[in-house]
């Protein structure tokens, strides 16, 4: 029978967070000496720039349960408008500053109310929402890709990735990570990954007849 008390649930989550802070360290690695014009590409988040996707991250590694629940309610449970408002808070005058913010949080183990594996997801998925527009590019540990994928096919909350991926069979080409049954999806685990949470831009990396149905469910932004 496998241990799912306290004491198992504690050590997996001690075990996450090192990934996290790999993640968040080669991520800021990878954003030393861009640009001021660069900062300001669009991200593959609608509507924010590179550099206010890594103030958000900056924000994730500083909110406590306590300090996330005082913003809910001071936003009225408008959880967009406590996103804007926390992000706000950690974004630089400018590029270096904003990155400076955020690699004094690469080793936090603050969170929202979240399990850890969440905050690794934030991590790599807004890691490549960075990224990809900036023509940068990060061969993450499949077997962390794997954990990570097993965690967004159940996930239904903050990310609605059960309800996007229902009824198609995810493999992925590169690793162990399959679920699912229905029509085909196939592609490597981060593309699945991308696609899982939401980015467009990653289906066409993906194959398999169920593809379509994806893209219907994932639309391109505007």
């Known amino acids: 029978m ?4 306290p004491r198992a649930r504690g050590r997996a989550a001690t075990g996450v967070w090192p990934l996290i802070h790999t993640e968040r360290a080669a991520l800021a690695n990878d954003l030393i000496g861009l640009t001021e014009p660069r900062w300001e590409t669009p991200s593959l988040c609608t509507g924010l720039t590179v550099r206010e996707v890594l ?3 900056t924000a994730g590694a500083s909110l406590t349960p306590a300090r996330w629940l005082a913003g809910v309610l001071r936003c009225r449970f408008d959880f967009d408008k406590q996103v804007a408002m926390r992000l706000a808070e950690h974004l630089g005058a400018d590029g270096a500053e904003t990155l400076e913010r955020f690699r004094r949080a690469v080793k936090s ?3 929202p109310p979240l399990p850890a594996i969440a905050m690794l997801g934030e991590v790599i998925v807004h890691g490549e929402d960075i990224r990809r527009p900036l023509g940068l ?7 962390v890709l794997t954990s990570l ?5 159940g996930a239904d909350l903050v990310v609605m990735a059960k309800g996007r991926i229902g009824g198609l069979r995810l493999e992925a080409t590169d690793g162990p990570f399959a679920v699912g049954s229905g029509q085909l999806v196939s592609g490597t685990t981060l593309a699945l990954i991308m696609a899982m949470t939401g980015r467009a831009a990653y289906l066409d990396e993906l194959r398999g007849d169920g593809v379509a149905i994806l893209r219907r469910r994932v639309p ?3």
């Open 2 to 5: 496998t241990n799912t008390g």
């Open 55 to 57: 103030a958000h991250l």
């Open 109 to 111: 183990t603050t969170k």
């Open 137 to 143: 590019r990060r061969d993450h540990p499949i077997a």
């Open 149 to 153: 994928a097993g965690y967004y096919q």
């Open 220 to 222: 391109a932004p505007e």
